[in-house]
């Protein structure tokens, strides 16, 4: 690492990462905010959410949504909500680069735990010409198409079938607090993409269904609540793997592999962009104190996937470009969010708002954090 870089005296984030902040010990933003959402398990809680949900949904077919990819968290989530007794209905948002273990480990975990099974896909032209948008504006949210059509077919579903109830297997408290810089997502900022890179813009703009109005209307009128359970339930990985291949016969096949495309976006972030996306989860295993500094420094040392070549011709030929194409669209100058119109202006301005929906449950544990203490 240049020698002028300055690293966070605990974690692994250094001043590379855009408006990082150091305390006086020269400890980072991120760590501080990692400790505070650590500090947050609360499994009475959880149990008494969940007893809510039961009363309130026995008359409905099912209880809540759990949206399944077959990795290691949305498996977890679905056995865990399962055992618990609910009535959950697994969620799969196709997204063109599903891996063939992964639907295997989708189909032996539905079967096994008898929970109904729905998959939800869109037109491969669609998705194609989104995510060679994001390659042609050149930002690291490399993964914006795949996310904003997921949470937009989630959140319409739950609406649309009436429940209000959406576990998810993601959080900060487990994954890290993400910098600003490295990955963002809201609608307005996939809109703009999109009118300045799409060549199908109108079939494209309806994948999303996420804006601002759309937010107020799921969390304030249809009661959408989006549960983070590593929040309220202890999340040792090595335990979950274990219980899942032992209850489930689920095959562990690394962590964000149920995505062919992530390992050649995490290639492209790192290369061009500069930024390690695994510094955010061992920034936070850190502070859970499951990981020591040390380790982290040497697992960053390690050498890239040596399969990554195979890996990228495949994406460029489900994409439909050459290497020579691809190796443009690479070499063009990095930008990000901020050099396109988003949400972001207006949300720094509304920050008591905020932080009020935060205090009362209406937005996601550590989102408030993402957008106020994340750069």
Not at 1 to 28: A, H, L, P, S
Not at 75 to 88: D, E, N
Not at 151 to 176: L, M, N, Q
Not at 332 to 337: N, S
Request: glycine fraction near 4%; include cysteine.
């Amino acid at each position: 690492m240049n020698k002028k870089n300055r690293m966070c005296t605990r974690c692994v984030f250094d001043d590379t990462v855009r408006n990082i902040k150091f305390d006086r010990d020269g400890v980072c933003n991120f760590c501080h905010v990692n400790q505070k959402l650590s500090k947050k398990l609360d499994k009475a809680k959880f149990y008494r959410l969940l007893e809510k949900i039961k009363r309130k949904m026995q008359h409905k077919k099912y209880d809540c949504v759990v949206p399944f990819s077959g990795g290691i968290d949305s498996t977890y989530v679905l056995y865990y909500v399962k055992k618990a007794g609910l009535r959950p209905i697994a969620l799969h948002s196709d997204n063109g680069w599903v891996a063939n273990i992964s639907r295997q480990n989708m189909k032996k975990t539905v079967e096994k735990l008898e929970v109904p099974f729905k998959s939800l896909s869109k037109d491969w032209k669609i998705m194609k010409d989104v995510y060679l948008a994001t390659l042609k504006a050149s930002v690291p949210d490399l993964c914006l198409a795949c996310e904003v059509k997921s949470i937009s077919e989630i959140i319409d579903f739950s609406a649309s079938e009436g429940i209000p109830y959406i576990f998810f297997g993601f959080s900060p408290r487990t994954e890290g607090l993400v910098p600003l810089s490295w990955h963002y997502v809201d609608s307005k900022y996939f809109n703009s993409i999109i009118h300045h890179f799409s060549e199908n813009k109108n079939a494209a703009l309806k994948l999303n269904k996420i804006n601002i109005f759309h937010f107020f209307y799921f969390s304030m009128i249809k009661s959408i609540r989006h549960i983070l359970l590593p929040s309220y339930v202890d999340w040792d990985e090595q335990k979950i793997k274990k219980i899942l291949k032992k209850e489930l016969d689920w095959i562990d096949y690394g962590h964000h592999s149920d995505c062919l495309y992530h390992p050649v976006a995490r290639y492209i972030m790192k290369k061009k962009f500069n930024i390690d996306r695994e510094k955010t989860r061992y920034c936070a295993y850190i502070n859970a104190g499951h990981m020591s500094k040390e380790d982290a420094l040497r697992l960053l040392q390690m050498p890239y996937d040596v399969n990554i070549e195979s890996k990228i011709g495949y994406v460029l030929e489900k994409l439909g470009i050459t290497r020579r194409e691809f190796e443009r669209l690479y070499s063009l100058e990095p930008r990000y969010f901020t050099d396109y119109p988003s949400y972001n202006p207006l949300i720094q301005r509304i920050k008591y708002i905020f932080w009020l929906a935060s205090k009362c449950g209406l937005i996601v544990d550590g989102l408030y954090d993402y957008y106020f203490h994340a750069g």
